[in-house]
């Protein structure tokens, strides 16, 4: 059975801060994706980042990165110099056919 | 074109009313995904159309009824709903479904649905 965990349930930062946001993957797989979406109020899912299972090298884009360790079966999301415009719920995901949400983590980002 | 968009944005129903959710794609995507979203929650899947067939129904009860016109439309049509079924209903394509898991799904911006 496949299962993502995302222990923060909410992050507030101040505005310039960094936070990273966790998430822990569990699948018996050795072939898998992970993804990374963000949730703005207004509802649409937008998609940011896929990862497969044999690529564990980290990503930046901007002010966004990723650090991918499957040692530790975690898939983690930074965001350099937070902004306003970054408050949203964000879910890590686990694809293997199906996406497997984890319970998402809501980022208050305050000017 | 790169989006998917939904239609109505938002919907408020009785329980004895019939409506219909519209979703439509024109990125050549040829799987099609329904997820139900309640507040705080992750979306949780509902059906899954793959080339225009029913390949995935979450056991959703029949209140819920999928369809694929085409392979750019699906819609959900909504009969006999219950209040808890009140939440965001997401409509999402992809390449293709199910095989590897490395289609990136696309998702539209959703019908917040109420029902009195």
């Known amino acids: 059975a496949q299962k993502v965990t995302q222990a923060q349930t909410e992050i507030s930062v101040v505005e310039k801060e960094d936070v990273t946001l966790d998430c822990v993957y569990e699948t018996r797989d050795t072939t898998y994706y992970l993804f990374w979406y963000k949730q703005p109020p207004s509802g649409e899912l937008v998609f940011l980042i896929r990862r497969n299972s044999f690529d564990e090298q980290n990503e930046i884009s901007g002010r966004y990165s990723w650090n991918f360790q499957k040692s530790t079966s975690s898939f983690n999301f930074t965001i350099t110099a937070s902004q306003v415009v970054d408050s949203a719920v964000y879910f890590c995901a686990l694809n293997m056919g199906q996406l497997t949400f984890g319970s998402g983590t809501q980022l208050t980002v305050l000017p | 074109d790169t989006e998917v968009t939904q239609t109505p944005k938002h919907l408020v129903m009785g329980m004895t009313n019939k409506k219909s959710l519209k979703c439509e794609q024109h990125m050549g995507h040829r799987a099609m995904y329904w997820y139900k979203q309640k507040a705080k929650k992750p979306p949780e899947l509902m059906f899954v159309?793959?080339?225009?067939?029913?390949?995935i129904n979450e056991s959703v009860p029949s209140r819920f009824s999928p369809e694929c016109p085409n392979s750019s439309l699906l819609n959900l049509h909504l009969h006999a709903l219950q209040p808890e079924d009140s939440a965001l209903y997401l409509c999402?394509?992809?390449?293709?479904?199910?095989?590897?898991?490395?289609?990136?799904?696309?998702f539209g911006p959703g019908t917040r649905l109420t029902v009195l």
């Open positions: 159309y793959s080339y225009e067939k029913l390949s």
């Open positions: 999402a394509s992809s390449l293709i479904a199910g095989t590897s898991g490395w289609d990136e799904q696309f």
